[in-house]
């Protein structure tokens, strides 16, 4: 029953040249590998393992950090190459864009508000867009906690993220972690996200 890494639904180089290959290959098959085999030996050594992550979320703040960490560390990921798509980019459309408009005033203001969470996030972490009864918000988090666990400050669900971690973009960006954000923009999958927000109205 243990936690495997979920394959990618492009290739390592699908992402050029917003993402390179190199750094896509090494963050999944290194960095994420060793999160979900942490994660299987931190559950293990918790005697967690008969727990949901949803569970375990909820009442993060009960357990040992490592399951934090590699729980974050294996969802998140997970989370993050999922809203990713070579054939991203450009604008949401339909509710999930009528939300965008009413919450932040423009498409343009939600990206500024997003870039802003995710830049200045010191240090490493996320930044997100969360639904909260089809509210938007966008917040961050520090190292690998998530919006769905009960030690963060993020309200409702969270629809889209983005990984600022340095290895998430230093061997092609090296400390511009600005210019990594906004090739970010030319590889979101709307129509995921989309389908996300759809989903956080029915919780
Ligand atoms: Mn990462």
């Not at 393992?49 to 590699?70: F, G, Q, T």
Request: glycine fraction near 6%; aromatic fraction near 14%.
């Amino acid at each position: 029953m243990a936690y495997k890494l979920p394959e990618l639904k492009y290739g390592y180089d699908a992402l050029e040249p917003h993402i390179d290959a190199r750094t896509m290959e090494i963050h999944h098959s290194k960095h994420h590998a060793a999160y979900t085999n942490n994660f299987n030996l931190a559950l293990q050594a918790a005697g967690l393992e008969s727990e949901s992550i949803e569970d375990l979320m909820k009442n993060m703040s009960k357990y040992p950090a490592a399951v934090c960490n590699n729980l974050g560390g294996f969802y998140n990921h997970s989370f993050f190459w999922d809203n990713l798509s070579p054939n991203g980019g450009g604008e949401p459309a339909g509710e999930l864009m009528e939300a965008i408009n009413r919450d932040f005033g423009s498409f343009e203001n939600f990206k500024s508000e997003f870039t802003k969470a995710a830049t200045t996030r010191f240090g490493s972490g996320w930044a997100w867009l969360c639904s909260e009864n089809g509210k938007l918000s966008v917040c961050s988090t520090p190292n690998q906690v998530n919006p769905l666990m009960d030690i963060s400050n993020c309200n409702g669900t969270p629809i889209l993220t983005i990984d600022v971690w340095e290895h998430a973009y230093y061997l092609n960006y090296q400390n511009r972690r600005p210019d990594f954000i906004s090739a970010f923009w030319n590889v979101v999958d709307w129509a995921e996200v989309a389908c996300r927000f759809n989903q956080s109205l029915l919780l």
